[in-house]
């Protein structure tokens, strides 16, 4: 039957560029994704390659905590 804990988390994935340069000067704001990893397949931290409509390129957004 089902297990106690969910195996598909929800994570929140963040602009590792924006936090990095302390967020670019023309912009306010941080670029967040929500997504779905499995805990079972992928126990360390997820990290994606998404654009960034604040850096205005393709940056790697990796997983933070809530």
Known sequence: ????????????????????????KESTGISRYITQKNRHNTPNRLELLKFCPYCNKHTIHGEIKK
Do not use: H, S
């Open 1 to 24: 039957m089902a297990k106690g804990k969910d195996v598909r988390i929800p994570v929140l994935l963040e602009c590792t560029a924006c936090v990095r340069n302390g967020v670019n």
